[in-house]
């Protein structure tokens, strides 16, 4: 393989920069060129496509985003889109493709490698959410971010001796909730896959009060309850003051973390070497904290497992 591309895709994740910075310059390594795709799969539908070399990518490790911009591209899952890629891919010879994005992207880069383009995804999101790999691109930071705001949120909570409710992100998985959770020390943590119970939460609160607390945390997943309405009930029901705060797409922004610049340099090596070696259909994963790769098909049909350990270590010590 002589040229390959790059493309990031659906929500942006911070250390996205430092896989595509990793992947041009291990491309570079092995003789071969990249060419950076814009905004997601709709660039190689529009054609567009730049080049990029060892000093394009310098000055990004860094950096949070996604200096290829990213997109949702409703018009690469119709037939006419893909083969406008693959007509695309082709003007611009590249011969393979690296993915980064979350298990939509993955089904993208499945379907492009069943007509002819082989294509490695490497997991890019802040959620967590991908059953075939134990970490994603970008986590790590938002993790980071999340109890850098809920530390602040405590010092006020604690002053005033309140209930503070927060949101945080997670897209159906409560991997952000639970390991933050259990970072700033939060009363209870509410997560799609235990599921939510007012008055376990109430109890909770009323429990600990009685051992002495004076203000109480509670981090919940996006999509299992309104925060804001969740406040009012547990101030009505716990004579609280509470309040809620949405952190939004606040984790989403921010430089990457050590582990997320080095997770993502060893994860684009890795899908540039499949590519190098003609490997294609493939998915960048880690297990047991160790790079592997899964056929994205296989990849696609596993279940996400949730760390129940972790959650009954956070709720044992919130006490
Ligand atoms: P995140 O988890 O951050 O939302 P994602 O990769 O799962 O990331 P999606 O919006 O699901 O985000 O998918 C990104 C893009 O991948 C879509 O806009 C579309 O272009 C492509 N895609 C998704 N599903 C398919 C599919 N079944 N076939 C072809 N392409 C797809």
Redo the contacts with the bound molecule.
């Keep these: 393989m002589k040229t390959i591309g790059v493309l990031t ?3 942006d ?1 911070p250390g996205m920069n430092a896989a595509v910075r990793s992947i041009v310059r291990t491309a570079a390594s092995m003789g071969m060129t990249v060419k950076g795709i814009k905004r ?2 709709n660039g190689l539908i529009e054609n567009n496509i730049v080049d990029l070399d060892i000093r394009s990518v310098s000055d990004i490790i860094q950096r949070g985003g996604t200096v290829l911009y990213t ?7 119709t037939e006419e889109g ?1 083969q406008e890629a693959i007509k695309n891919c082709k003007v611009n010879g590249i011969e393979g493709l690296v993915v980064i ?8 880069a ?2 492009l490698s069943l007509r002819g383009i082989p294509c490695i995804g490497i997991p890019g ?1 802040i ?1 967590n ?1 991908i059953p075939s790999t134990e970490y994603t691109i970008g986590f790590d930071t938002a993790m980071n971010t999340v109890v850098e705001l809920v530390d602040k949120l405590r010092d006020t909570a604690c002053s005033h001796e309140r209930c503070s409710v927060v949101e945080v992100m997670g ?1 159906g998985a409560g991997d952000i909730a639970l390991q933050s959770g259990l970072a700033v020390g939060a009363t209870a943590i509410i997560v799609p896959e235990i599921g939510f119970d007012l008055q376990n939460v109430i109890d909770k609160i009323l429990e600990t009060k009685k051992n002495g607390r004076n203000h109480f945390i509670i981090v919940v997943s996006e999509g299992l309850c309104d925060a804001t309405q969740l406040a009012r009930q547990l101030q009505e029901s716990t004579g609280i003051e509470t309040r809620a705060t949405i952190l939004g797409h606040i984790q989403r922004g921010g430089n990457p973390t050590l582990r997320d610049r080095v997770v993502a340099s060893k994860m684009g090596y890795a899908a540039v070497e499949l590519l190098s070696k003609g490997v294609g259909n493939r998915v960048i994963g880690l297990k047991d904290n160790k790079i592997v790769d899964y056929d994205i098909f296989e990849a696609l049909n596993m279940v996400k497992s949730f760390d129940q350990e972790t959650y009954r270590l956070a709720n044992t010590i919130s006490i």
Aim: proline share 0%; net charge neutral; aromatic share 10%.
């Design positions: 895709s659906g929500g994740a997601g799969y997109a949702r591209c409703l018009r690469f899952t893909m994005g979350g298990d939509g992207s993955f089904r993208g499945r379907d999101t959620d959410d897209h």
